[in-house]
């Protein structure tokens, strides 16, 4: 696990810039640094020693003859079988690394090289005979890959931040990506937060030569459901192919660990994986931890288990710093606790397995069982679920029991569902709070994914939009940012080729029987972890955010943001206030009308603004005199 940052084009004192760049990705990799300058391109990396941690395997990597310079994000889990084919074809090895397998496979194989690879990647290829730049992101967008094209010069890193540095980089806020935030959380496509710069995405390419960039989609998920196999004989597959991406992603020369927490995803990984430690945090309040039941499963199975209570206090004052390290606001609240859980771990390992993935692969989120239940409702003709759906919305008071039912049966699922954590804010709330509205969005990004899974079951539909959105900008986003804040390495084991590939031929009765969720998957954990844990909810990561906004210390952080001048810049801030008032006076305060996750989107944003729009160029927390 690595980082590295680059462009093509000419600069002024072209090695010095850089190495500015580098410098701002030192997190991703604190053991050791390796670059490559010519005349027309530059690569730079920053290591964290995993695999092979001889000097040798430092990069930048090159072929035989040097004409070729590899930057490489990521593992490559089947690289020993890879090397094995590119020694037998006469290849010559210079480490025992698997970054080396990228070069000389793409002087075997070119740009269908991608086509072979089985791990999490992000890498860039410079041949310096052709000019040509080469760059590919994994088939689920484990590890990130930006880049931008600016002023006749093309930068490419592992995080934004890495551009601003570069003397050619325009650092230009992007306020058509807020509208889609607020609802999202996130932004959810490959546009930035920053004009100009975007997000490769997974499973693509692109090659960049004489001044032309192009993109390739080389992988694309297929849920076919496709399988004659029994409910038994697909457990039996399910626990063998776990176990065999277990045992690939814990190839190190360093320790492995595990995350976890008191589901099944991350518990079965822990027992699949056999590591020596687990990480846990939690809160004081009850509710809100996990703690005690991690410590209980782990104590089950004679595991070690670290649990470290996130105060309050440190929550909140290390927000500007996480903000920083994710690049762009991620409002969801689970990315400071994986901070803290990351920072934990890294006091002991640089390597941790982590369940990300499950869900998605699986059948795994309590959402996806909303369609098949309430069948009988679902016969009223459209026409008229849509009338009752409208009246509820405009008629009846927020919190009456039943509203929020019509609503979204009064829409077809393609309409209502764009996302896990979907509706933080309606586009028509959005409009509303935002000082320039927002222009509709959702539509435009969802209905290209669901044309694409016409004709497959509702759960499927879901899964498909939640593995391009939810997963890649949310879920993956804080796994990498966060760890590597902490330079620790996570592994996700269910994020795997070949799981992927059971996955997609499970029917829709193995995946979800509303109310449960992840059927194959909790059968085969449930053979090896206690039924308890196996076939508990899903809980996601609990923040107590609801009730720290009710906090006076707390209600006037957020406040006092709510009145400064980016917020007026933005937002109805007569609104916002009047939201956050009623939040703390008690009212909404029913769990599906509070109002908590908006004020946290619109505060988040302002914290992330502040650090990188606020004080010219944003401070590495390294480097920041508190």
Same mark, same amino acid.
Request: with cysteine; net charge negative; aromatic share 12%.
């Given at each position: ?200 995405? @997974? ?85 809100? =931890? ?55 771990? =890294? ?33 009223? +003709?459209? +026409? ?10 405009? &008629? ?24 896990? #954590? ?15 509205? &927002? ?12 044309? $694409? ?37 996570? $592994? ?29 998957? $909790?059968?085969? #954990?449930?053979?090896?972890?206690? =039924? ?9 990561? @609990? ?84």
């Amino acid at each position: 696990m690595c980082g590295f940052a680059g462009f093509v084009g000419s600069v002024d004192d072209r090695e010095q810039v850089l190495v500015n760049m580098m410098n701002t990705i030192i997190h991703r990799g604190p053991d050791s640094e390796g670059k490559y300058v010519d005349e027309d391109a530059a690569l730079g990396f920053r290591r964290l020693s995993i695999i092979d941690l001889s000097s040798v395997g430092d990069q930048p990597l090159y072929n035989e003859d040097k004409s070729m310079v590899l930057v490489f994000n990521g593992e490559i889990y089947n690289y020993q079988e890879l090397k094995k084919e590119l020694q037998d074809a006469g290849h010559t090895f210079v480490s025992n690394t698997d970054s080396e397998t990228l070069i000389h496979g793409y002087e075997e194989w070119g740009e269908s090289l991608v086509e072979r690879l089985r791990g999490m990647y992000a890498f860039a290829i410079w041949d310096t005979r052709k000019k040509k730049l080469f760059v590919a992101r994994d088939i689920f967008g484990i590890k990130p890959l930006y880049y931008a094209q600016m002023n006749g010069t093309l930068m490419f890193a592992s995080e934004i931040k890495a551009f601003m540095e570069h003397p050619k980089f325009d650092k230009v806020f992007n306020e058509d990506a807020l509208g889609n935030y607020l609802s999202f959380q996130f932004v959810p496509t490959n546009e930035t937060f920053f004009k100009g710069v975007f997000c490769l995405q @997974p499973g693509h390419y692109f090659t960049y030569e004489n001044g032309e960039l192009n993109i390739t989609r080389y992988f694309e998920p297929n849920f076919t459901g496709d399988t004659e196999k029994s409910f038994e004989e697909i457990v039996d597959d399910v626990e063998a192919v776990m176990k065999e991406s277990v045992a690939m992603h814990k190839i190190s020369d360093v320790e492995v660990a595990s995350y976890l927490s008191s589901g099944v995803d991350s518990s079965y990984l822990t027992y699949l994986g056999q590591v020596d430690r687990t990480f846990t945090v939690g809160f004081d309040e009850g509710k809100y =931890s996990e703690i005690q039941d991690a410590k209980e499963f782990a104590a089950s199975i004679n595991m070690k288990n670290d649990a470290k209570v996130i105060t309050p206090e440190e929550y909140w004052d290390r927000l500007s710093d996480i903000q920083y390290y994710m690049d762009e606001p991620v409002a969801d609240p689970a990315a400071i606790a994986l901070y803290f859980l990351s920072e934990e771990a =890294s006091k002991k390992v640089k390597v941790v397995l982590s369940g990300e993935g499950s869900d998605e692969l699986f059948g795994g989120y309590n959402i996806y069982c909303e369609p098949l239940e309430h069948t009988s409702f679902n016969k009223i +003709p459209m +026409p008229i679920r849509r009338f009752l759906g409208a009246f509820a919305e405009r &008629c009846l008071p927020r919190g009456m029991k039943g509203r929020g039912f019509l609503m979204r049966h009064g829409k077809t699922l393609e309409e209502r569902y764009f996302a896990n #954590a979907t509706n933080i804010f309606t586009e028509r709330e959005a409009n509303k709070i935002l000082k320039n509205g &927002c222009k509709p969005g959702i539509q435009k990004i969802t209905k290209p994914l669901y044309d $694409r899974v016409k004709g497959k079951d509702p759960v499927t539909k879901m899964q498909y939009v939640d593995l391009h959105l939810w997963l890649v900008h949310d879920i993956l986003m804080k796994g990498d940012k966060m760890g590597m804040a902490n330079s620790l390495e996570v $592994r996700v084991p269910f994020l795997d080729k070949k799981v992927l590939e059971l996955a997609e031929t499970l029917p829709l009765d193995y995946k979800v029987r509303a109310p449960q969720t992840k059927v194959a998957l $909790r059968a085969a #954990a449930e053979r090896n972890i206690r =039924s308890k844990t196996a076939e508990k909810k899903k809980l996601g990561f @609990p923040i107590p955010i609801r009730v720290w906004l009710k906090e006076d210390r707390y209600y006037s952080r957020v406040k006092e943001m709510f009145q400064t001048d980016a917020a007026k810049k933005f937002f109805d801030t007569k609104l916002l206030i009047k939201m956050l008032d009623d939040h703390k006076a008690g009212k909404n305060s029913n769990e599906k009308t509070d109002n908590s996750r908006k004020i946290w989107t619109v505060y988040i944003f302002l914290v992330w603004y502040d650090r990188y729009f606020g004080h010219g160029k944003p401070v590495h927390p390294a480097m920041h005199t508190r």
